[in-house]
C-alpha cells in the first residue's frame, strides 16, 4: 500500500499536468499563415478590459505588443506573450496590427543628416520631390537646431542628435506599411510609415537640442593593429611598433595617456598544422592593460615574423581579425578601430584551412555589430602579385563602413616607407580627435582631394569620428528615439539619397533563429551529399524538407519550383521587403549554374550560419518583448543584409 499511495499521487500529477497542457491556448495564425501569430500595437489611451466591452483592469502605456488570442464584434481578446497568458480585452479601434517583426533602425549617423518623421505620405513626398528641397531642409534645420523641434506641421519628430544604439538602448520602430517609390532624381527609396516606442516608456522624453558637447571630454579611443606574422612581415612589424611608440609619446605629453590606447594581435597559422609557427592568433597587447608607450613595447616585442612558412599564400587573417573583435573589450571606447596589416589575402568561407568558415562579409558584420571601424592596409609586394586582385576584393568588401566607404589602403610595391606613412596618418587623425574631444568639439570632416590617399584617411577618419563620438554620446546619455505614434519617414538621407538612414532590421526569435540555422545546415548537407550527382539536389531538398516539417505528404508535391515554396525555410522569412537568393533558387537555376556556382553558394551558406551562431551567443543583446516569455522569444534585431 505504501508503494501504491505514491504511484497514485504521481499518476494524479501527470494527469493534471498534461490536463493544464491541453487546456493551453494558442494565439490566432495571421491569414494564410501556418506559424505566424497575429500581433498588434496598442494606441494611446487604450484601456485594458476583463471582458468585451466591460469594465477596465488598467491603462496600456501605448504601442504595447500584444498577441491576439480571440476577436468579437468590436474588441479583440489579447495575451502578452504567445504561451497562453491571457491579458484582457481591448477595443479593435485602439489596436494597430503588427504583420511583420520587421522594425527600421537608425543608421550609423556617419556623412548624413538626421532622419526626419512626417505626419503625412503625400506631405512627405511633395517636399522631397519639390524644387526647392535644400531650401526648405535648411530652414527646417535651422529650427531645430535653435528650438529642438522643428515649426512645421509637416514634421512630427526628428531623429535624437545623439546615436540610438539599439542594442544598448533597445527601440522600437515597427513598420506598418512600406513602398517603394522612385525619385525624379533617379534613386529608388523605401516610403515607410513606423510606430515608435522605447522599452521603457516612464522614462523622460530626450531632449531634441541636446548637444552634450561637455560629455566628450570623457570620450576614449582603442585602435587594435590586427597584424599578419608570417615570414615576410619583420619589416612592418618593426615599423608599426615603432610608430605606436612615437604616438604614446605624443598622447603623454599631452595628458591624455588614459583617452588613447592601442592594441596588438598577430596571426600565422594552426599550429597543430604546421609545427613551428606556436600560435594561429594571438593576443599580444589588450588595450585594456597597458597606459604607456614602455608597457606597450615591452609586450610588443613577443610579436615577430615567423620563421617557419604558413601552409598556402592566403593567411588565416580572419582569425586574428575575429578574436580582435570579440577577445578585446570595447565597451569603455567611444572611438573602436581595428588596422589590419597584410601582404595577402585571408583564408574565406570556403578555403580548406579556415579556422573561422567566415567570409569578409561576415567578419564585417560582426564588425559592424560592435561599431568597430576596420581598416585594411594591404602591402602589394611583387612576391604576391599574383594574390593582390583576390585579397583587394576581399579587403574592400571587409573594410566597408555604412556612408563614409572603403578604408582600404593598398601600399604599391610594399615599401616600409609608404606603409609607414599611411600609419602615422591614420593614428594621428584618430589622436586628433580624441585631443579634440578633451575640448569638447566634435571630429570635423575635410574636403578630400582626389589621388591623395592621405586626404582620403584624414576625410573617413574624421568622419568615422564624428559618427563614433554621436554614438558614445548617446551610449552615455541614454538617449532614446524620438516619442511619436504614427509618422512617414523614408530611409534614405533626403539631401543625399545615396547614403543610408534607416536600416531595416528583423526580430528573430531564438526559436527562429535556430531553425533557420538547421535549415540552412540541411541544404549544405545536401549539397554535400549530392555532390556526385547534382541533379539530385532538389529531389533530397524535397525529401529533407518533409522530414523538417513532420509532413510526409510533402515528398513529391507538385508545384514546388523554388527553395522557399519547399517550406523548407521558415515562414518569418516570407513577404520581408528583400531579395533572398536562397528562397528565390530554382531547381533550373541550381541545374544551370557551374559547379564553381554551386560550390559559392553552400560556402556562403556556411558562412552565414556561422554568423548567426555568433548572434545566437551575443547573450547581452537579446531582448524579451514579451512579459513571462520563455527564453525562446526572445529576439535579436538582425539585420536585413543578414539574412540568406
Known amino acids: 500500500m505504501r508503494r501504491i499511495l505514491p504511484l497514485c499521487a504521481l499518476l494524479l500529477s501527470l494527469l493534471l499536468t498534461a490536463d493544464a497542457v491541453a487546456q493551453a491556448r494558442q494565439p490566432l495564425l495571421m491569414e494564410g499563415k501556418q506559424t505566424l501569430f497575429q500581433r498588434v500595437l496598442t494606441r494611446p489611451g487604450t484601456a485594458l478590459l476583463d471582458k468585451p466591452g466591460g469594465k477596465q483592469v488598467s491603462a496600456l502605456p501605448p504601442l504595447s505588443i500584444f498577441y491576439v488570442y480571440g476577436r468579437q464584434g468590436e474588441h479583440i481578446e489579447v495575451g502578452s506573450n504567445s504561451a497562453g497568458r491571457i491579458a484582457g480585452w481591448v477595443k479593435a479601434e485602439q489596436a494597430i496590427d503588427w504583420k511583420q517583426s520587421l522594425v527600421l533602425t537608425f543608421a550609423n549617423p556617419a556623412g548624413r543628416d538626421r532622419a526626419l518623421f512626417f505626419a503625412g505620405e503625400d506631405a512627405m513626398l511633395d517636399m522631397v520631390e519639390a524644387d526647392d528641397l535644400a531650401q526648405q531642409l535648411a530652414v527646417i534645420r535651422r529650427d ?250 576581399q579587403y574592400r568588401a571587409l573594410s566597408t563602413y555604412p556612408n563614409v566607404g572603403e578604408l582600404y589602403y593598398p601600399v604599391q610595391a610594399g615599401t616600409v616607407t609608404s606603409f609607414r606613412q599611411n600609419v602615422d596618418v591614420l593614428a594621428d587623425a584618430i589622436v586628433n580627435q580624441v585631443e579634440q574631444a578633451e575640448k569638447g568639439k566634435f571630429a570635423a570632416t575635410n574636403d578630400v582631394k582626389a589621388g591623395d590617399p592621405a586626404a582620403d584617411i584624414k576625410a573617413k577618419t574624421a568622419a568615422l569620428g564624428y559618427a563614433m563620438q554621436l554614438v558614445y554620446l548617446g551610449r552615455e546619455s541614454g538617449t532614446q528615439a524620438p516619442d511619436l505614434l504614427r509618422a512617414w519617414t523614408i530611409d534614405r538621407d533626403l539631401k543625399d539619397p545615396s547614403k543610408t538612414a534607416l536600416q531595416v532590421r528583423l526580430l528573430m526569435t531564438k526559436n527562429q533563429l535556430s531553425d533557420l540555422q538547421a535549415a540552412l545546415r540541411q541544404i549544405v548537407d545536401v549539397g554535400i551529399a549530392t555532390e556526385i550527382s547534382r541533379d539530385k539536389f532538389f529531389d533530397q531538398l524535397k525529401s529533407a524538407a518533409a522530414v523538417l516539417s513532420r509532413d510526409p505528404t510533402q515528398i513529391g508535391r507538385t508545384g514546388q519550383t523554388n527553395l522557399g515554396e519547399l517550406g523548407l525555410m521558415g515562414e518569418y522569412l516570407e513577404d520581408l521587403p528583400y531579395r533572398s537568393r536562397v528562397l528565390a533558387l530554382s531547381e533550373e537555376m541550381w541545374n544551370r549554374w557551374s559547379i564553381g556556382e554551386q560550390v559559392a553558394f553552400l560556402d556562403d551558406l556556411g558562412a552565414k550560419i556561422r554568423l548567426y551562431q555568433s548572434f545566437h551567443d551575443d547573450v547581452a543583446n537579446w531582448v524579451a518583448l514579451d512579459e513571462g516569455a520563455s527564453p525562446g522569444d526572445a529576439v535579436y534585431p538582425v539585420p536585413l543584409s543578414a539574412l540568406p
Open 144 to 393: 531645430i537646431e535653435a528650438k529642438g523641434e522643428s515649426s512645421s506641421e509637416k514634421i512630427v519628430a526628428v531623429e535624437p542628435k545623439e546615436f540610438v544604439d539599439i542594442r544598448q538602448q533597445f527601440y522600437l520602430l515597427p513598420i506598418l506599411q512600406a513602398r517603394e517609390t522612385a525619385l525624379a532624381s533617379g534613386f529608388r527609396v523605401k516610403s515607410v510609415e513606423v510606430a515608435s516606442v522605447t522599452a521603457k516608456p516612464e522614462q523622460a522624453q530626450p531632449q531634441m537640442s541636446q548637444r552634450a558637447n561637455e560629455g566628450l571630454k570623457d570620450f576614449s579611443a582603442a585602435l587594435v593593429f590586427v597584424i599578419d606574422a608570417s615570414t615576410s612581415m619583420g619589416p612592418y612589424i618593426d615599423e608599426a611598433r615603432a610608430a605606436v611608440a612615437q604616438i604614446y609619446d605624443r598622447i603623454q605629453a599631452a595628458g591624455l595617456a588614459d583617452k588613447m590606447r592601442f592594441g596588438l594581435v598577430g596571426y600565422r597559422d594552426d599550429p597543430a598544422a604546421v609545427k613551428g609557427v606556436d600560435y594561429l592568433s594571438r593576443i599580444f597587447v589588450d588595450p585594456a592593460k597597458v597606459r604607456d608607450g614602455e608597457a606597450f613595447l615591452k609586450l610588443a616585442a613577443g610579436l615577430e615574423a615567423s620563421k617557419v612558412s604558413t601552409r598556402t599564400v592566403e593567411e588565416d587573417g580572419f582569425a586574428g581579425l575575429v578574436d580582435a573583435v570579440d577577445e578585446v573589450d570595447w565597451s569603455p571606447y567611444g572611438g573602436r578601430y581595428i588596422v589590419m596589416i597584410t601582404d595577402a589575402s585571408s583564408r574565406g568561407a570556403n578555403h580548406r584551412f579556415s579556422s573561422t568558415g567566415l567570409g569578409p562579409e561576415q567578419v564585417r558584420e560582426k564588425a559592424l555589430e560592435k561599431f568597430i571601424a576596420t581598416y585594411v592596409v594591404h602591402l602589394k609586394t611583387p612576391e604576391g602579385a599574383k594574390d593582390h586582385a583576390a585579397a583587394e576584393a
